[in-house]
């Protein structure tokens, strides 16, 4: 799902700032420059503080991420990785720890090293663990004992390894790596990337789409998937052999794929995989298909040739008699619903798991018995972990409230990860057919309890058409029944999208709740986990049904909730989220009082044609630019420019290459054109998101000085 996430005239001071709904005030002629505003002064990170205080930004940053968690054969001990945050070297370090799936005790570090260790798997005997680590200058495969100890490093290539797994036989490793498709063996691609660093020129030549993918050139390197033996010489891995020799498709996909788009047979002897082969058209193609091809190489042969959609994440039942995996019937639409399906092995006979089940799940994992499949999906503002009948497709709902990610058999249990609003995420054990879930693991134990965070409530309420519209509110630290609160108005990107029961890393309400803010997640007509006409119903209608959902959001909010000052609001979006803060400044001027665009759409036509993956503009606006003018221009912020108005901080990264930075550059180039008070804050070394801690840290002190200038006590 794509992530993506004004002005007639100066704003009247935040002391006389129009209610929302009131008349738009006759605007005069713009003056010569916008407002200049005093320079914010880069954050310093500090120490978390151990003593009870307001969520803050500094502590989204100090907070460990637990993810990865991976179950031992004997289903006793789980590894998982765990994400420390280095302030002082601007990055984040990963580590290996372990405890056990019954819980209690304390956890023990498996392999923590200053270069990162992370991606663990259990060797099939049990006695070692597998993982990639950086020790070695490259990304190379270590194995280290069951209880620690000294890491040893098991794999030498002379490229960068991107992923792996190990075959149920124990025998094999399927390595992924990024190769020149020309090349013949691995050392080849490293000498022609040698190469092009001595190279005195710096011009790129292309020939074909993609020219840039997500943040990256594309000069010509492609995922491929190669097998070798386990055991090798000198304690090292055998030879690799690349399954997908001159591949002009990269397997896993990207940019973000894993190897969880490959699966081993259970006897090791075959492997299957996703790879979208499309040649010229792979910028606007979604038709990913699953190939299979034995493990000592061969022509692989394309196993869902017939459905020109996406077809991904497969798995081998426990007996291997069965292929499920997911497709999507409707080839260019990305965010179509991912329907379970059950290809017979070896006829070939395929059906539908579960069709009368309107939810889109995000993996597969087969019981023990092959009987029941599980998987995780967003619902009705939540992510729960559902278990699917494979004979009868009844679902039911295992684990629910929160978000549930990463399921793992141990046993008769399963462990996953499990956050929420007010949590981030530990890990739980559960009953396979559901239940109470068990916490095993206290990744943040001794800093959640110092933090005070806001209460969440979810509420709902009548929006286009008089369809129900859900959404979130998180009330500010220290609430007081009493007292008023200025609003931050979060809009979720995608537009597929939702802002669910989650803890995000980005975009998290609970630091507005400790600034003194309200803050509102309302999931618009396009969101995910609703079913899927609920999802399609944005679609050619970016600006419609969704800002409709909003204004009426906003409406309940005002009449639901007396506590929420939303006359004192500012609105904050990323992605389809930034294009709907530029369609607002066009045609909801007198909502807020600021906005805040994170790369945001601003110009459709310039979107289209600058943009990389062409399938995601094609299918909202119904095909090309030059074929559905009309389309692409009717919900184009540009041609509304003349009606912005609203204070506008605007954020993007240079490296943002699904929303170009131009689109950023020109919203704020409108805005100080019209006069209206505006700044623009540049990430040269970001993405589509905002990764980076330091980054992260003056991203927060941005946004939260902006809304603070503009919603000060009136």
């Known amino acids: 799902m794509v992530a993506l996430l004004g002005l007639a005239c100066s704003p009247p001071p935040p002391s006389v700032a129009s209610k929302a709904g009131s008349p738009e005030p006759e605007c005069p002629a713009a003056p010569e420059q916008a407002e200049v505003l005093p320079d914010t002064p880069r954050p310093v990170a500090a120490e978390f503080e151990y003593a009870p205080h307001n969520f803050s930004a500094k502590d989204l940053i100090a907070l460990d991420r637990v993810s990865d968690p991976q179950v031992s054969p004997d289903g006793e001990k789980v590894v998982y990785v765990v994400r420390t945050t280095d302030v002082a070297g601007d990055r984040g370090r990963t580590g290996l720890w372990m405890t056990s799936v019954a819980g209690g005790g304390a956890p023990i570090a498996v392999a923590e090293d200053d270069a990162a260790d992370f991606s663990p798997r259990w060797s099939v005997a049990g006695d070692e663990i597998f993982f990639l680590s950086r020790r070695s200058g490259s990304t190379q495969i270590w194995s280290v004992g069951q209880n620690g100890g000294a890491a040893k490093q098991r794999s030498d290539l002379p490229v960068d390894v991107t992923g792996f797994i190990l075959s149920p036989d124990g025998e094999r490793i399927a390595i992924t790596a990024d190769v020149f498709p020309a090349c013949g063996d691995l050392s080849c691609t490293a000498g022609r990337l040698a190469a092009e660093e001595e190279r005195k020129s710096s011009g790129m030549v292309f020939d074909k789409l993609f020219v840039r993918h997500w943040d990256q050139w594309k000069v010509g390197l492609r995922s491929h998937l190669f097998v070798a033996p386990l055991a090798g010489e000198g304690g090292k891995i055998g030879a690799a052999v690349d399954l997908t020799p001159g591949l002009d498709a990269d397997v896993p996909s990207k940019p973000f794929g894993g190897v969880e788009e490959v699966s081993f047979s259970p006897d090791g002897q075959r492997l299957v995989y996703a790879a979208r082969v499309a040649g010229a058209g792979e910028p606007w193609s979604t038709n990913f298909d699953l190939y299979e091809v034995p493990v000592g190489g061969g022509d692989a042969v394309n196993l869902t040739a017939d459905n020109p959609a996406w077809d991904t994440l497969p798995v081998f039942s426990p007996d ?120 095993i693991t206290s990744i943040n134990g001794d800093k959640v309890g110092h933090l005070k965070m806001g209460e969440t409530t979810q509420f709902e309420f009548a929006g286009w058409k008089g369809e129900t519209v859900r959404g979130w509110l998180i009330k500010p630290v220290d609430f007081d029944p009493a007292k008023t609160y200025p609003l931050a108005f979060l809009i979720h990107g995608g537009p ?84 709907m803060i530029n369609w607002i400044a066009g045609q909801w001027s007198d909502g807020f009082r600021c906005l805040v665009n994170h790369d945001g759409v601003f110009d459709n036509r310039m979107m289209y044609y600058a943009t990389e993956e062409l399938w995601f503009s094609e299918w909202e606006h119904g095909g090309p630019y030059w074929e559905k003018v009309k389309a692409h221009e009717r919900d184009n912020p540009v041609n509304y420019v003349d009606r912005w108005k609203t204070p506008m901080l605007v954020i993007h990264g240079s490296l943002d290459y699904r929303i170009p930075e131009t689109q950023g550059i020109g919203a704020f180039t409108a805005l100080q054109r019209r006069g209206v008070p505006s700044r623009l804050v540049v990430f040269p070394d970001e993405n589509h998101w905002v990764l980076s801690p330091a980054n992260s840290l003056q991203w927060h002190d941005e946004v939260l000085g902006w809304l603070g200038t503009y919603t000060a006590a009136k």
């Open 320 to 439: 291997g008699k069965s292929l499920a995996y997911l497709a999507m019937t409707r080839p260019g639409f990305e965010a179509d619903r991912f329907r379970i399906m059950l290809r017979s092995l070896p006829g070939g006979e395929t059906r539908e798991v579960a069709p009368d089940w309107d939810r889109s799940p995000r993996g597969l994992l087969f019981s023990a018995d092959g009987k029941t499949l599980y998987a995780t999906a967003d619902d009705l503002g939540q992510h729960p972990l559902f278990a699917i009948d494979v004979a009868t497709g009844a679902v039911k709902q295992v684990l629910g409230d929160g978000y549930v990610s990463s399921p793992q058999l141990a046993g008769a249990k399963l462990i996953v990860a499990r956050d929420d609003l007010r949590a981030p995420a530990d890990l739980y054990s559960v009953a396979a057919e559901g239940g109470e879930p068990t916490a």
């Open 496 to 579: 597929q999208g939702s802002f669910g029961d989650h803890f995000h890393y980005r975009w998290n309400p609970q630091v507005y709740a400790g600034a003194g803010y309200v803050a509102v997640m309302i999931d618009f007509h396009g969101s995910t986990g609703y079913g899927q006409a609920f999802t399609d119903s944005i679609s050619d209608d970016w600006g419609g049904k969704p800002l409709e959902d909003l204004k009426k959001g906003m409406k309940h909010i005002e009449g639901a909730y007396p506590f929420v000052d939303t006359s004192n609001a500012c609105a904050l979006g990323a992605s389809y989220g930034g294009f």
